[in-house]
């Protein structure tokens, strides 16, 4: 796949994972803690022979002004337009492109957490797909659906229809679309905490990425790897693949994974108790991210090195980092933005809601319990960048 072509299923990392949701068996704020900090990848049907053709001239830029939008984090104004190409499509009766506005749309809605839109919308786009025999295009509209699953902690589900992605890429000899659908059975795995599993089927999409060589997929498997080994508390083994992923994002340029390598490492870093390194690597990151203007990356940036200068008494840093994200108009969730307001009232009074410990140990269990606090009001997806794509991608 070319690295400039626009994917209706790119979303964002949360991947953390990003970037959401395991088996019941987890906790909540488990849960979404490996939700939001595993990347997960992103399969793109819009590179079949169908899928993204524009036959009508004024469906053609109404796509591209979507895309445009869209890659400015302006989803509103994305919708509009994809809006409005979904409407010459259909007055046209191009069903390829009808479908292919739907998974864009779709898309749009779940990068906004709109979870019951995008639903509707993937739903919409399968029908289609489905009545036009297009097997990338369906495999695509289900790996959606899989997402919202996932953001609606219904495991069980998302890994029925990755698993179903997984049979579809695999008979038509897709071998890139296979690892995009092994990377979200994985993710499913680690997040009810199979490492095993997890380990041996992102290691087997590795491979596929090393084979093909797709640098871009592989620095995603790789952070997706380390994420497994950090939530074992395995840093040593987690610092060299975030490095190794870091080093490759490094060598192609590409600024965005670098900035989620060196959120990875700093993240090691803070749990070990190294608050010097922390600190750096958080800063270049949050430069790297403020460069690019993504949002929502600095915003999760913003949260992880709050904690940091929380653990390290320094309110007011850690309060300008709180404010931030309100600034920049970034957090919609109702909920988010009542936890955001409730932990600056906490650094304000320094309250013991924010607690002062003095040992490592409480350190480490400090800043975990305040991870898990963030996480559980800005449940996102583990969405990657990866498979080659990127959820927040420059303008071509």
């Known amino acids: 796949m070319q690295d400039n072509e626009h994917s209706p299923t790119d979303t964002i990392r949360a991947p953390g994972f990003k970037q959401e949701e395991s088996a019941s068996v987890m906790q909540p704020s488990e849960t979404v803690e490996q939700n939001l900090k595993q990347p997960i990848v992103t399969p793109n049907p819009a590179r079949?022979?169908?899928?993204a053709k524009f036959v009508d001239p004024s469906a053609d830029p109404l796509m591209k002004l979507g895309h445009?939008?869209?890659?400015?984090?302006?989803?509103?104004?994305?919708?509009?337009?994809?809006t409005k190409a979904l409407g010459v499509y259909t007055q046209i009766g191009d069903k390829k492109g009808e479908a292919n506005a739907l998974m864009f749309l779709a898309n749009t809605h779940l990068l906004q957490s709109e979870d019951k839109q995008a639903f509707r919308f993937y739903s919409e786009s399968l029908v289609v797909w489905t009545k036009i025999g297009e097997s990338q295009g369906r495999a695509g509209a289900l790996w959606g659906l899989a997402q919202v699953h996932q953001n609606r902690y219904k495991y069980r589900q998302a890994y029925a229809l990755y698993s179903e992605c997984?049979?579809?890429?695999?008979?038509?000899?897709?071998?890139?679309?296979?690892?995009?659908?092994?990377?979200?059975?994985?993710?499913?795995?680690?997040?009810?905490?199979?490492?095993?599993?997890?380990?041996?089927?992102?290691?087997?999409?590795?491979?596929?990425?090393?084979?093909?060589?797709?640098?871009?997929?592989?620095?995603?498997?790789?952070?997706?790897?380390?994420?497994?080994?950090?939530?074992?508390?395995?840093?040593?083994?987690?610092?060299?693949?975030y490095s190794e992923s870091l080093q490759i994002s490094t060598d192609i340029g590409h600024e965005e994974r670098r900035g989620a390598a060196l959120r990875g490492l700093a993240e090691v870093h803070r749990y070990r108790g190294e608050h010097t390194q922390a600190v750096a690597l958080?800063?270049?990151?949050?430069?790297?991210?403020?460069?690019?203007?993504?949002k929502k990356s600095i915003s999760t940036v913003c949260w992880d090195f709050a904690i940091l200068q929380l653990v390290l008494r320094n309110y007011r840093q850690a309060m300008a980092l709180f404010r931030t994200p309100l600034k920049m108009g970034s957090i919609n969730d109702f909920r988010a933005i009542v936890q955001w307001r409730a932990s600056r009232a906490r650094?304000?009074?320094?309250?013991?809601?924010?607690?002062?410990?003095?040992?490592?140990?409480?350190?480490?269990?400090?800043s975990k319990k305040?991870?898990?606090?963030?996480?559980?009001?800005?449940?996102?997806?583990?969405?990657?960048?990866?498979?080659?794509?990127s959820s927040e991608k420059k303008a071509a």
């Not at 079949?48 to 899928?51: E, H, I, K, R, V």
């Not at 445009?68 to 994809?82: G, V």
């Not at 890429?169 to 997890?198: C, M, N």
């Not at 991870?371 to 990657?384: A, G, K, V």
């Open 48 to 51: 079949t022979t169908g899928a």
């Open 68 to 82: 445009m939008h869209r890659q400015q984090s302006d989803y509103p104004k994305a919708s509009e337009y994809y």
């Open 166 to 241: 997984l049979q579809i890429w695999t008979d038509i000899g897709d071998r890139r679309g296979r690892a995009t659908a092994l990377y979200g059975v994985a993710s499913v795995h680690s997040l009810r905490k199979e490492y095993s599993q997890a380990f041996a089927l992102y290691s087997e999409c590795l491979q596929i990425y090393i084979d093909t060589g797709d640098s871009r997929g592989r620095a995603d498997v790789l952070q997706s790897l380390a994420l497994v080994h950090r939530l074992q508390e395995e840093y040593t083994q987690a610092f060299q693949l």
């Open 282 to 294: 958080y800063s270049e990151c949050l430069a790297i991210y403020t460069a690019l203007a993504y």
């Open 347 to 366: 650094i304000e009074t320094k309250t013991t809601a924010v607690a002062q410990p003095t040992t490592r140990k409480n350190l480490h269990e400090f």
């Open 370 to 389: 305040l991870d898990s606090l963030w996480l559980h009001y800005t449940r996102r997806s583990m969405l990657p960048m990866s498979a080659g794509y």
